[in-house]
């Protein structure tokens, strides 16, 4: 059923736009205090990569953190103005907002349960959640200096809107920072859409095998947090979703089904 969908969904905008609204307003439905992220996550082992240092409390979240980290780093966010757009359960906001200082963030998401969620899970001065769409953004023009875009994209309808939306929002000079999933003919489009929207690209980085790393340290956890809030009934489906070691959606990704990039693109100053 999982591919099913996936498979209709990369061919119909509309379906995949309805598909993927309804799933994310079930999962915003789980009032679940200590899930805070939903991407798949990061893990290099290369002995130059950065390690973020990080405080206990966002220990059990790391390769999810490490993923926000790696996109986020990519520019020098202290003392500017950032929107996350498909915030979801607010755990990439806030890490970001917390850990590399902008002076505002506003996360950004269609789902209103997830947005409720998100203002009383992560209060910090600075950080605000709101309710938008991706592809309509409620942000005035030139009003943000960084749009950060993590595992979301793949849920809209359209993809060059979503990133004319971003270009419009964003301040001359400011910076799209992308990260998603697609399948390689999808993924090979990517470029094109950004250049035509009028980015330059800064950095792409195909960093599929380093989520794959991070699915397999982190199937564990996920796995044991899932059978804890999730009825048996739903089980299944979830491990699938979450990219469980073993499942459809993990083996897609080793196989080359999916593949993973990551971009940071560059509003031209002028």
């Given at each position: 059923m999982i591919d099913l969908l996936i498979y209709l969904?990369?061919?119909?905008?509309?379906?995949?736009?309805?598909?993927?609204?309804?799933?994310y307003q079930?999962?915003?439905?789980?009032?679940v205090r200590d899930w805070h992220f939903m991407n798949y996550g990061f893990l290099d082992s290369s002995p130059d990569t950065f390690v973020p240092q990080l405080e206990e409390s966002d220990?059990?979240?790391r390769y999810c953190i490490q993923l926000y980290d790696r996109v986020a780093r990519a520019v020098d966010l202290q003392g500017k103005r950032i929107v996350e757009v498909g915030s979801g359960r607010g755990g990439g906001s806030s890490y970001v907002h917390r850990y590399h200082r902008p002076t505002a963030t506003t996360?950004?998401?269609f789902s209103a349960r997830a947005?409720?969620?998100?203002?009383?899970a992560h209060r910090h001065a600075g950080l605000d959640f709101i309710r938008g769409d991706a592809e309509r953004l409620p942000l005035d023009d030139a009003s943000c200096d960084a749009v950060l875009n993590v595992e979301s994209s793949h849920c809209y309808g359209s993809m060059p809107r979503f990133v004319a939306q971003a270009f419009r929002v964003l301040r001359p000079g400011g910076h799209l920072l992308f990260a998603d999933f697609r399948?390689?003919?999808v993924a090979a489009e990517l470029p094109a859409t950004f250049e035509r929207?009028?980015?330059g690209i800064v950095e792409r980085q195909s960093i599929t095998e380093q989520v794959l790393a991070a699915l397999r340290a982190d199937s564990e956890r996920k796995l044991r947090l899932l059978e804890r809030h999730v009825p048996p009934r739903r089980l299944a489906t979830l491990r699938?979703?979450?990219?469980?070691e073993g499942s459809d959606v993990f083996r897609h990704f080793e196989n080359g089904t999916f593949v993973y990039e990551r971009f940071s693109l560059e509003k031209p100053a002028s």
């Open positions: 969904a990369d061919r119909s905008p509309a379906f995949r736009r309805f598909v993927w609204k309804h799933w079930y999962l915003a439905g789980y009032d220990e059990p979240n996360g950004i998401d947005v409720r969620f998100c203002r009383g399948i390689p003919s929207a009028g980015f699938r979703f979450a990219a469980i």
